[in-house]
């Protein structure tokens, strides 16, 4: 039995107050490191103890499977031994949950197949070949990511057409509407469809909507300045019957516009469902005070927020540290360095964070030099090697041979003498007669479409198929055993190279992974979408000692010490939101990567950095997020005792081309002996210095230019962005295009 008194003991008063709300609508503004899992979980074993409600009336939805098996695990320790538990799970399983039981009633089969990003880019590919469309106009890439962010806001194919009436736009449209039917045909849904298709149930059928409606008394969503439209409409229609909402998150860690998440879902909550009250949880429990002072600081510059005001027990702590290293490659040995200096002290991880994957390059080269072991976050995960996404697909194909994707990738893996002509025949004739392409495959063989080789390896390929679908009625680890046995997927490896070696042992790894799936009704499926549904943050690994990873990926975690890397104006702000002026996402994902930080922080920059095989041609500047964090808070660290062991500080009064490690140094000092008295002055001064640089070498307005897709085009404005420079130019048929030169590497014509 549940010890209210002493669960509510456990509290700070915010807190308290958050758990005893069980009517109505909630939003709990949880600042970084304010304790919101905790929250969210003695919440749900509050509902439970009081009786308010039974544990499988409640529901609780979070982004990743990490945070949803961390919430999970704390909510069965509170509730100990108890008949049943609450559904927690994440957006996206609970779409799953939902379709594989209503989909036939939007015209799917209960057993569709669920895309990851590789076989999006293959669908996409062969529409872009079927239609004739080339690269010159979009990339395929580019498409397929624009049709994913439109999804995410809800869109239909003619609703983006109607937001992007160009060239590039039409070729979308297109391909939008082609991959959207395909996708239907082939009874494949991919990881927007989840919840667009989810909401679409709901939505057309009341009964269902009521069903959920009612048997879910209470909804506790995690994150939700992340969530997009779809996840929006899908909270509403599961509210639709009652408004016993707690909506748990910070808008000041709302980064991820770019896969559509609409911080307006957390800034207009109020609205949406009236009548909610708001609680903010600003005790700290991670960050010593400093820290916190520094990220409060920095994301106070944002408009869009509401106000918190961040605070600890733990006062005082360290300075935070700011190192300009020359080049990168001194920045990451100067990390190198602290970082076996931490471990050797006894700290128990460190997490090295930057802005964009090609910076750890530097890091893993020097990390292994200096025989320090690391974990990369974001590499090639385990289900994304070759070798396991082709045993998944035979797998998937035994199941549905009509699953086209899977199908075609192994159709000759390994090689089996049917070459790319007869699979593209086969993809003709299976789209000329609206065929799948099994159906095709099979047609061919009976009508004998095909001479007398290449239909001997079709009717081979067809007999495996069949082979591998009768193992199915095995347990699920013996099927896969048999499908890879047969298939000859593992004698094609054994030639004993190191390679294939280590390919052969995570199939066998694959295996174990299916002997721990559960025995539910149908394991197979269970399997699958286990492995569909798996994130990269799902392999983090928390004992690791040394983490390098992008500030994305670290949200929701913590380290004793943390070092951001490449705080330069064009990297971190990046270019393209300096040339959008769309700052205030950068600066809370600079927000989210301070307040990682436990005990220590650095923050570090390069004057020189490689960028594209190329080093820049100019001295970068500190990015403004640094000099947007109090003097009083950071130690400036010299690695040349020339310059003294404190070096001026870059607030207030800086003398550009002095010696201090925030300003150019000779010889590309460019107002020699000037000072400025203010920040701005020094932004202003740098920015028309570059400009004024740039255009004398001959993009201005009026001057026409070359640009590989678009040709010839004139020049209406240029204005610097950060070190580079922001080029508006109109191209004849295909409309104005806003560009950064380093991007886009106009050529003057």
């Known amino acids: 039995m549940i010890d209210l008194d002493q669960l509510l003991l456990d509290l700070n008063e915010p807190q308290q107050t958050a758990v005893k709300h069980t009517g109505g609508p909630l939003l709990i503004l949880?600042?970084?490191?304010?304790?919101?899992?905790?929250?969210?979980?003695?919440?749900?074993?509050?509902?439970?103890?009081?009786?308010?409600?039974?544990?499988?009336?409640?529901?609780?939805?979070?982004?990743?499977?990490?945070?949803?098996?961390?919430?999970?695990?704390?909510?069965?320790?509170?509730?100990?031994?108890?008949?049943?538990?609450?559904?927690?799970?994440?957006?996206?399983?609970?779409?799953?949950?939902?379709?594989?039981?209503?989909?036939?009633?939007?015209?799917?089969?209960?057993?569709?197949?669920?895309?990851?990003?590789?076989?999006?880019?293959?669908?996409?590919?062969?529409?872009?070949?079927?239609?004739?469309?080339?690269?010159?106009?979009?990339?395929?890439?580019?498409?397929?990511?624009?049709?994913?962010?439109?999804?995410?806001?809800?869109?239909?194919?003619?609703?983006?057409?109607?937001?992007?009436?160009?060239?590039?736009?039409?070729?979308?449209?297109?391909?939008?509407?082609?991959?959207?039917?395909?996708?239907?045909?082939?009874?494949?849904?991919?990881?927007?469809?989840?919840?667009?298709?989810?909401?679409?149930?709901?939505?057309?059928?009341?009964?269902?909507?009521?069903?959920?409606?009612?048997?879910?008394?209470?909804?506790?969503?995690?994150?939700?300045?992340?969530?997009?439209?779809?996840?929006?409409?899908?909270?509403?229609?599961?509210?639709?019957?009652?408004?016993?909402?707690?909506?748990?998150?910070?808008?000041d860690q709302s980064i991820y516009g770019f896969r559509g998440a609409d911080i307006s879902n957390i800034l207009r909550f109020e609205k949406d469902f009236s009548g909610a009250r708001v609680i903010k949880l600003e005790q700290n429990y991670r960050s010593t005070q400093k820290i916190l002072e520094a990220a409060t600081a920095v994301v106070s510059n944002n408009v869009n927020r509401k106000k918190k005001v961040l605070w600890t027990k733990a006062s005082g702590g360290d300075p935070i540290r700011i190192l300009a290293a020359q080049d990168a490659r001194e920045e990451a040995n100067y990390i190198a360095q602290k970082t076996r200096e931490h471990l050797l002290s006894g700290a128990s991880s460190v997490a090295v964070l930057y802005r964009t994957n090609f910076q750890s390059r530097q890091f893993e080269e020097i990390f292994r030099r200096n025989n320090i072991n690391y974990r990369l976050v974001g590499g090639v995960s385990f289900y994304q090697r070759k070798e396991i996404k082709d045993a998944v697909a035979y797998l998937r194909s035994a199941v549905n041979p009509d699953d086209d994707i899977s199908l075609t990738r192994i159709l000759n893996e390994p090689p089996r003498g049917i070459g790319d002509v007869t699979r593209n025949r086969i993809l003709d004739l299976a789209r000329e007669h609206s065929l799948t392409f099994w159906q095709a495959l099979c047609f061919a063989l009976e009508e004998n479409l095909f001479p007398g080789r290449a239909h001997l390896k079709l009717e081979q390929f067809k007999l495996l198929i069949e082979r591998c679908r009768s193992v199915l009625d095995q347990p699920l680890y013996l099927a896969l055993e048999q499908i890879l046995d047969r298939s000859g997927y593992i004698r094609a490896l054994s030639d004993g190279s190191e390679d294939n070696t280590s390919r052969i042992q995570n199939l066998h790894e694959l295996v174990n992974v299916a002997k721990e799936t559960g025995t539910g009704e149908n394991p197979i499926q269970e399997f699958l979408d286990q492995v569909a549904l798996h994130a990269d943050i799902d392999d983090f690994d928390e004992d690791a000692e040394v983490t390098l990873m992008t500030l994305h990926n670290a949200k929701g975690l913590e380290f004793p010490v943390v070092f951001l890397a490449g705080c330069e104006e064009g990297l971190f702000p990046h270019s393209r939101s300096i040339a959008e002026n769309d700052l205030e996402e950068e600066r809370r994902l600079c927000y989210v990567g301070l307040t990682r930080?436990?005990?220590?922080?650095?923050?570090?920059?390069?004057?020189?950095?490689?960028?594209?095989?190329?080093?820049?041609?100019?001295?970068?500047?500190?990015?403004?997020?640094?000099?947007?964090?109090?003097?009083?808070?950071?130690?400036?660290?010299?690695?040349?005792?020339?310059?003294?062991?404190?070096?001026?500080?870059?607030?207030?009064?800086?003398?550009?081309?002095?010696?201090?490690?925030?300003?150019?140094?000779?010889?590309?000092?460019?107002?020699?002996?000037?000072?400025?008295?203010?920040?701005?002055?020094?932004?202003?001064?740098?920015?028309?210095?570059?400009?004024?640089?740039?255009?004398?070498?001959?993009?201005?307005?009026?001057?026409?230019?070359?640009?590989?897709?678009?040709?010839?085009?004139?020049?209406?404005?240029?204005?610097?962005?950060?070190?580079?420079?922001?080029?508006?130019?109109?191209?004849?048929?295909?409309?104005?295009?806003?560009?950064?030169?380093?991007?886009?590497?106009?050529?003057?014509?």
Not at 60 to 77: D, G, I, P, Y
Not at 151 to 176: H, I, T
């Open 30 to 251: 949880a600042g970084a490191g304010s304790g919101k899992t905790r929250t969210i979980t003695y919440k749900i074993a509050y509902l439970i103890a009081k009786g308010i409600t039974r544990p499988e009336q409640i529901l609780a939805v979070t982004f990743t499977n990490k945070a949803a098996a961390e919430m999970r695990s704390r909510v069965e320790q509170l509730l100990g031994s108890v008949p049943s538990l609450p559904l927690v799970c994440t957006f996206h399983s609970l779409g799953v949950r939902l379709l594989r039981r209503h989909a036939e009633c939007i015209g799917f089969r209960p057993d569709f197949t669920i895309c990851d990003t590789d076989d999006q880019k293959r669908v996409v590919k062969r529409l872009f070949k079927d239609f004739g469309f080339d690269d010159e106009v979009i990339s395929t890439d580019t498409a397929r990511r624009l049709i994913s962010h439109a999804k995410n806001k809800g869109w239909s194919p003619e609703e983006y057409l109607n937001q992007n009436r160009d060239s590039a736009g039409e070729v979308v449209y297109e391909v939008f509407k082609a991959y959207r039917d395909t996708l239907q045909r082939l009874n494949s849904m991919d990881f927007d469809d989840l919840i667009l298709m989810t909401v679409k149930v709901l939505k057309e059928n009341p009964d269902i909507r009521e069903r959920y409606g009612t048997w879910y008394e209470y909804l506790l969503i995690d994150e939700y300045q992340d969530t997009n439209a779809p996840q929006f409409d899908l909270v509403r229609q599961l509210t639709a019957h009652h408004e016993n909402i707690s909506a748990v998150g910070d808008e």
């Open 597 to 749: 930080a436990q005990q220590k922080l650095y923050l570090t920059f390069s004057r020189r950095r490689r960028f594209f095989g190329r080093e820049s041609e100019e001295l970068n500047r500190p990015s403004r997020f640094l000099q947007e964090i109090p003097q009083d808070l950071v130690e400036e660290v010299s690695l040349y005792p020339a310059f003294g062991s404190a070096s001026p500080g870059f607030r207030g009064a800086v003398e550009l081309g002095s010696e201090s490690l925030f300003a150019p140094q000779k010889p590309s000092r460019p107002y020699p002996g000037k000072t400025f008295n203010t920040v701005d002055s020094v932004q202003k001064a740098l920015k028309q210095w570059p400009a004024a640089k740039k255009t004398a070498s001959g993009f201005r307005a009026g001057s026409f230019v070359l640009h590989r897709k678009f040709g010839r085009g004139k020049v209406l404005s240029v204005e610097p962005s950060g070190s580079d420079l922001k080029i508006t130019v109109q191209f004849p048929g295909k409309g104005i295009k806003k560009m950064l030169q380093s991007y886009a590497k106009l050529q003057l014509a």
